[in-house]
Every structure is written in C-alpha cells, then in structure tokens.
C-alpha cells in the first residue's frame, strides 16, 4: 500500500517548479497503546468536557478556545477568527536561501518529513535541485503553511529523494544559560582527564539506529502477551552493587573494563597535578564546588 502523502505542492527554485508531496519520515504509530478502561466492567471510558464550575458536561457547539488575560477571565476566540488568523497558503515551497549542511544547531531540528516528486513528470526538475544540493554540499532553507502554520523547512538530500525537516522558532528554543547558569567551572587535567579520554577512545564507533533497541515497548510487548497468556514475568534482577568509592577509582575501573573489552593498552598516565580552584558565581556554589574538588584530588 503505498504511503499517504501529509501535504502535496510546488517545490521551486528561481523559474524552475515541479509538484512534491511530505510523507511523515518519523511515527509513533507503531508503538504500543492503550485504552483507558473501567476495571469493573472492563468497558471503554470515555472523556466528557465538563464546565470547572458548574459541573455539567458542555454541549460540542458550545466549546470555543479562550485565552486567559487573568485569573479566571479568558477572551473567547471563535473558530472562524482563527482560521482568520491562518496565513494564506500558496502550496509553494521556494527553496530561498542555502547553507551549509552543518551550519544549523541540532536543537532547531523539530520534525522529519520524506519530500518526493507526486508525478513521473516532476522527477527530472526534482532531481535536478537534488543533485544540485548534494553536489554543492549545501541544504536549503524554505518556508510554507503546513498543517495551519507558517514554518521554516531544511531541505537536504538524502538517498534518491530529500529530508524536509521542520525549525523550532527562535522564542521556542529555551536559552542554554537558563539550566548552565550555577554550574561551576572546574579544571580537570592530570590522571583524571587521562583515564576519561582513554575510556572514550576505547569506545568510539558510528551511529547506527538498528543498535539501538526500545526496551521500554519490548517490554510493554513482554508484559501484554504475558498477560494474555496468563502468566507471570520473571523478576527483574536486583542491580549489581559496587564497592567504588571515589570518582578516581570508578575511572581507574571503567579503563580497566575498557582494556578487557578491546584487549588494548592503557596509555601511561600522567602525574596528577592538583585541582586549580572552581570558579563561582555564587557562595553556596563555591562551597559546593570546593568539596566536590577535594574529594577528586584524593
């Protein structure tokens, strides 16, 4: 069966045009899901819109959006203001400006689409955009209505076809200086900057997806056939307990289970140098940063 496409359109670049279709590249649909069920009687629950206040259900003519300006006061927005309010859609996507593959930070990536040719007429202009990308070694930024809102797209190629993956906005991505704020600055080196690299270089390797496994769904699969069957799942087994006691020892370990693993040779290490002192930017900060500095150097 072949897929359905979530939206169709011109792909454009400069006077050449040819229509394309998105296909969701990435889904949920699979995984495993519940209803929401009544113990008793082993029924389907369904959800009512119940007014907070008065307590009876509310009739599907009568449910609007509201925004709230204060505490309990909310300005009612109909549904054909909102629709209003929807940018007017030309089904274009004009590739407008292009970069380099690398040049857009991972934490705008949103969501991923398949973008193909909707019609054996549009597969020669489509692959001429396509190699024209991969030849330049670029991506293309471009903007369209899609699924009710303006969004910005990186376009780029990928096998026989192109990846068109929706951006988080500007005011969408949280700044990093919100979380990183009160964490301290510490300058590692000596042994313990030794051991961490040389447990990273015993465990480099690429990417691969099918590495990968879901254990949480396997084991929602595991427990649902379990249940059918009427039977039980064995216990879990208990964590192993360890007997590390300080941040040096758990490294001088984890190299050492680095060494069996890929039979190799740790490199010397070096002396250890003491701890420079953390720079704050607060006094508790500063306390902690201190104590934490000391139980390392030891």
């Known amino acids: 069966m072949a897929p359905r496409a979530n939206w169709k359109g011109y792909l454009t670049l400069g006077e050449l045009n040819c229509p394309v279709a998105l296909y969701t590249a990435a889904s949920t649909s699979d995984r495993v899901s519940f209803n929401i069920v009544n113990r008793r ?4 629950v369904h959800r009512q819109m119940v007014d907070s206040d008065t307590g009876k259900e509310v009739e599907h003519d009568d449910i609007v959006k509201g925004y709230e300006t204060s505490n ?9 203001e909102i629709k209003a309010a929807v940018p007017d859609s030309d089904k274009t996507l004009a590739l407008e400006t292009f970069i380099p593959c690398g040049d857009v930070n991972t ?3 949103d969501r991923p689409y398949y973008l193909a040719p909707s019609d054996d007429h549009a597969a020669e202009v489509f692959d001429l955009i396509r190699q024209g990308l991969k030849e330049g070694k670029v991506a293309a930024l471009a903007r369209t209505v899609l699924f009710r809102r303006l969004r910005t797209l990186l376009i780029r190629p990928y096998d026989d076809g192109l990846i068109a993956s929706t951006l988080n906005y500007e005011y969408e991505v949280r700044s990093s200086a919100e979380v990183f704020a009160d964490i301290s ?3 590692i080196e000596g042994e ?4 961490a690299k040389h447990i990273i270089d015993t465990k480099r390797g690429r990417f691969d997806p099918a590495a990968f496994d879901d254990r949480y769904e396997a084991a929602l699969q ?3 056939k ?3 069957e009427g039977r039980k799942l064995p216990a879990r087994p208990k964590p192993k307990e360890t007997n590390v006691t300080s941040l040096m020892e758990a490294l001088r370990q984890s190299a050492g289970a680095g060494v069996e693993k890929k039979g190799a040779k740790p490199k010397a290490a070096a002396k250890t140098k003491p701890a420079a002192k953390p720079k704050t930017k607060t006094a508790s900060g500063s306390k902690r940063a201190t104590a934490s500095a000391q139980r390392k150097a030891g």
């Open 185 to 187: 600055e510490l300058k």
């Open 72 to 80: 309990g006061d909310y300005v009612i927005l109909d549904p054909e």
């Open 41 to 44: 009687t082993g029924n389907r």
């Open 222 to 224: 595991d427990l649902v």
């Open 192 to 195: 313990m900057l030794d051991l």
């Open 226 to 228: 379990a249940k059918i």
């Open 107 to 109: 934490l705008y990536l």
